[in-house]
T-cell receptor, first 114, second 114 residues
Framework: AQTVTQSQPEMSVQEAETVTLSCTYDTSENNYYLFWYKQPPSRQMILVIRQEAYKQQNATENRFSVNFQKAAKSFSLKISDSQLGDTAMYFC???????????FGSGTRLQVQP | EPEVTQTPSHQVTQMGQEVILRCVPISNHLYFYWYRQILGQKVEFLVSFYNNEISEKSEIFDDQFSVERPDGSNFTLKIRSTKLEDSAMYFCATAKARSSYEQYFGPGTRLTVT
């Protein structure tokens, strides 16, 4: 069974600065997908960024980028130029190619300070 | 932008009662999921549903749970006889196709069993 671990329950960053959220996972699969989801207060989860395990190049979406280290089973999220609207719970999630069920980490609550 | 909606936002019920949680998927989406999050714990997969059949279910999804799409629009999760430990946030998610890795989440229904 896959497991996803987020070791930082809470983080804080100043507006305009950069923050990195950590995620590690455990799987015996070779092909899979990794995701970061954002859940703002009282709002639904939305997908921030996705990484396919077969791609060596790290995914980027505007101010969001990942550092995917397949051998280390690590998948961190970097948020550059943090904005107040980035304040949210961030979930790392895993999906293997044979299933469509997401396995989530416990989440990191990010607070962006003005 | 189309969104997944869920009703009610909060449901309080007594132990042993039946509850039905409702989800309205995005209109052209074909895959549906239920997840739950017990307070302070991880988001957990319950069940996936496609073409009026369960595609996959977790060990949490026992005989007390059922899902259906009664009228071609709503997607429902029924808990037949609620227990205290069923208290959780229940999230519906939908995807356009099986090959779509992005799942769109609803805002959740908070179920409180007393």
């Amino acid at each position: 069974a896959q497991t996803v671990t987020q070791s930082q329950p809470e983080m804080s960053v100043q507006e305009a600065e950069t923050v990195t959220l950590s995620c590690t996972y455990d799987t015996s699969e070779n092909n899979y997908y990794l995701f970061w989801y954002k859940q703002p207060p009282s709002r639904q989860m939305i997908l921030v960024i996705r990484q396919e395990a077969y791609k060596q190049q790290n995914a980027t979406e505007n101010r969001f980028s990942v550092n995917f280290q397949k051998a280390a089973k690590s998948f961190s999220l970097k948020i550059s130029d943090s904005q107040l609207g980035d304040t949210a719970m961030y979930f790392c999630a895993f999906m293997d190619t044979g299933r469509r069920a997401l396995t989530f980490g416990s989440g990191t609550r990010l607070q962006v300070q003005p | 932008e189309p969104e997944v909606t869920q009703t009610p936002s909060h449901q309080v019920t007594q132990m042993g009662q039946e509850v039905i949680l409702r989800c309205v998927p995005i209109s052209n989406h074909l895959y549906f999921y239920w997840y739950r999050q017990i307070l302070g714990q991880k988001v957990e997969f319950l069940v996936s549903f496609y073409n009026n059949e369960i595609s996959e279910k977790s060990e949490i999804f026992d005989d007390q749970f059922s899902v259906e799409r009664p009228d071609g629009s709503n997607f429902t999760l029924k808990i037949r006889s609620t227990k205290l430990e069923d208290s959780a946030m229940y999230f519906c998610a939908t995807a356009k196709a099986r090959s779509s890795y992005e799942q769109y989440f609803g805002p959740g229904t908070r179920l409180t069993v007393t």
